[in-house]
């Protein structure tokens, strides 16, 4: 029988070297995943810039803790949803849609009650295509009114709803308590363009993250653990 003194433990270089190499074949197994997603994601109509945009939000959502909460303001006909619900698959992570879905500057209450707009059933039979509606809840109605009854904390916030300055502002401002520390916050379109998105990244939300950065005109960053 060896002594307890001739049995060692792995040297600091052999576990940097293991860890290494699961962390490459993670990575790996994640550009896997979404090679496959992605003729079935490039089939919806939508505004990402393709396909490095849609595959940072399948990644982002993928590192997420399971479970996970991420809500989407501005979904359209679900392309970046479906990215999202992608990286949800097997998991108890959960994206919450949140559009009028009715379109720019259309009118979509009936009394004082939201009504699904015209592009929802487009929207909700992409993702029954895809198979990914037991990963999503769409919640019709405009972001700002939304927000006052939301309650749930967020790990990752994805604003892309009306560029107008004032509502991505409020965008921001409504959902950023909600978000977890350490948990991500990311805006679309964040270019001159466009102003809207441009201002409140620049003024407003970039100075309250940490660990920045961009995907084309994606901007992200984590809102700091206190």
Known sequence: MPSTDSVSTPSLTTRVVRR????LENLGSAKRGFKRAWPHIDGIEGYLDSPGQEEWLYQSVLG???PAVIV?????????TACIGYACR??????????????????????SEFTRGPYFDEFWGNLNRLE????????????ADIAQIW???IDLLFID?????????????????????????????????WPGPWKVWNEVAAPQLVAR?????????????V
């Open 20 to 23: 290494l190499a699961r962390s």
């Open 64 to 66: 997420l803790p399971d």
């Open 72 to 80: 989407e303001i501005g979904s359209f006909k679900g392309r970046s």
């Open 90 to 111: 097997g998991t108890g992570k959960r994206v919450f849609a949140i559009d009028t879905f009715a379109g720019n500057d259309s009118d979509f209450r009936d009394g």
């Open 132 to 143: 990914l509606t037991d990963y999503v809840t769409p919640l019709c109605g405009l972001s």
């Open 151 to 153: 309650r749930t904390p």
């Open 161 to 193: 709803g009306s560029h107008e300055f004032p509502d991505v502002l409020a965008d921001f401002e409504n959902f950023f308590p909600w978000v977890r520390e350490g948990g991500i916050v990311s805006f679309h379109d964040v270019e001159p363009l």
């Open 213 to 225: 950065g961009s995907c084309s005109t994606i901007a992200f960053g984590r809102k700091p653990v």
